[in-house]
């Protein structure tokens, strides 16, 4: 048998072991936003919670209704960049609920997004290809109040969720230890990549039409320099300078917060085993393979780690 195939079918039996409840922690938080709920103020939720994504109620319906993620934030920049002047847009804002966000997605020829879900006591195996084969990032968990049977928002599982919990708890550690450049994991070619002068606005188009939800900011040698995330996007929401959108990329990465983590990369010597060491010490969404020049090679997301380990 070959070792990529013995890799994954060890781990896909390990995740058949697994409901998505082991994966939660013993204590945590669920932000749930209504979808009457000003954009603006649910802006301002997820950023002063830390996050970039949250699960819809309706309580017209009294259901769950999907999940308000960049995304969306995305399709609003786009449809005010092209339709709206600065002065229209910032009016608008003020009185926008999530409700209209669809209405948003249609004026800019976005696709409507997956009303995905999944029950808490699935297998960690069932909620990982659900993730791969949608190509989502997070999956809210459902279940039913048991006397109404009315839906209970019990928490959201995400690819970051998922991968550390194998980080932590696979013990077939040998199985881990090929090399990138033998795995075949990520991306190597056709990369979106941009300049620091590179205008904001270019660099979000690139992100709507590659899917793709970072672009590595390179100078004229290839070496990578910084690198501009959907979750940037938000920044520009919130402060409603949709004025800016054509200033260039390195402005906008210079105003980021001193808390921001940084640039995580690695080499194609790099192990599963070495990455999963990263992941369970830090939130890693993605890691930007290198040469020992730090010239560009590829991108190795958390989705192409978990596709190639589903199989």
């Known amino acids: 048998m070959d070792s990529n195939d013995n890799l994954q079918d060890l781990v896909r039996g390990f995740l058949k072991q697994h409901t998505t409840y082991d994966v939660l922690p013993v204590s945590y938080r669920l932000i749930v936003l209504d979808t009457q709920l000003l954009v603006k103020k649910a802006l301002a939720a997820l950023m002063q919670n830390g996050i970039v994504s949250a699960p819809l109620w309706s309580s017209q ?5 999907g999940m308000l ?3 969306d934030f995305i399709n609003l920049i ?5 339709h709206s002047s600065v002065e229209d847009a910032l009016h608008d804002i003020e009185s926008f609920q999530i409700q209209h966000m669809r209405d948003v997605e249609k004026r800019v020829g976005a696709p409507a997004p997956q009303l995905l879900s999944i029950h808490p006591m699935s297998t960690l195996y069932d909620a990982s290809k659900l993730l791969v084969e949608s190509r989502s990032h ?5 279940d039913r109040e048991a006397e109404t049977q009315t839906e209970l928002i019990v928490s959201v599982l995400t690819q970051y969720r998922i991968l550390k919990f194998i980080a932590v708890n696979f013990q077939e550690t040998r199985a881990l230890r090929q090399p990138l450049h033998e795995l075949k994991i990520g991306t190597y070619e056709n990369i979106a990549i941009a300049k620091k002068t590179t205008p904001i606005i270019q660099v979000i188009n690139m992100f709507v039409e590659n899917h793709i939800s970072a672009v590595p900011i ?5 070496v990578v ?3 501009y995330e959907t979750v940037d996007v938000m920044s520009i929401a919130k402060s409603g300078k949709y004025d800016e959108l054509d200033v260039p990329v390195g402005v906008a990465l210079e105003a980021r917060p001193d808390d921001f983590p940084g640039v995580h990369t690695c080499t194609l010597n790099d192990t599963l085993y070495s990455i999963f060491s990263t992941i369970r010490k830090r939130r890693v969404y993605r890691l ?4 020992q020049d730090n010239k560009l090679k590829g ?3 958390l989705s192409d780690i978990l596709r190639y380990l589903i199989g």
């Not at 786009?78 to 092209?82: A, K, L, R, S």
């Not at 997070?138 to 459902?142: V, Y």
């Not at 930007?288 to 040469?291: A, Q, S, W």
């Open 61 to 65: 319906d009294q259901k769950f209704a």
């Open 69 to 71: 993620t960049v995304s």
């Open 78 to 82: 786009q449809y005010y960049y092209t």
């Open 138 to 142: 997070r999956i809210p968990l459902l």
């Open 218 to 222: 390179v100078d004229d040698e290839n």
């Open 225 to 227: 320099l910084n690198v």
């Open 288 to 291: 930007i393979v290198v040469d």
């Open 299 to 301: 991108i190795v997301s």
